[in-house]
């Protein structure tokens, strides 16, 4: 299966999620496959932490630009899982990695700079769908705020905005702006490796939700 993190907006917790999930699927003893195609680079140092300090389990990651959609094809056969980390832009690798991804999950905050980017990414996936028809879009909310006097009235807010943006599903769950999804970085590690079960039953949600683990 081939999934994609991406949106037209930097920021919002691609190389997070992304990194998350692929040690999450490895948990449940899956083959994964990170394949960065960001020019930034964050998945590859990610990665080289994780392998420097030997953490298990290991990940493969591979590194990717421009057309990418022929390496998936020939990746998709080599794992269960390739999860794809694509630069907040609307760039050749998102559009690439879309056409033959069955998954897309794009993380957004609840912010109007990037809501202001769905359409774009609307009119995009429109265009994808009528070549890969089984392309599957998510919207994962990020950086949710923890306090409880606004936490439910942004959630509201941001799931009647996506009304109109019918070619999306909202998934359920969403991340909460926590420091920990920071701190795991630069060591390669994911929150479900820390002591954090907030932060870690929010990835574990996530794939329960998506990939029905």
Known sequence: MIV???SNKGGTGKTTTASNLAVTLAMYKKDVCLLDADFQRSSSRWHQDREENKILP???LIEKYDNISQTLNNLKDKFDYIIVDVAGRNSREMIT???VSDILIAPHQASQLDLDTLEELQNQLVRICDLNPKLRAYILHTMASTNSLVR?????SFKKYLEDF???SLLNTCCHYRKIYKDVMPFGKSVIEEDNKLASQEIYDIVQEVFKL
């Open 4 to 6: 994609t993190i991406g």
């Open 58 to 60: 290991s990940i493969t």
């Open 97 to 99: 990695a879309l056409s």
């Open 152 to 156: 439910e009235k942004e959630k509201i």
């Open 166 to 168: 019918t070619e999306f």
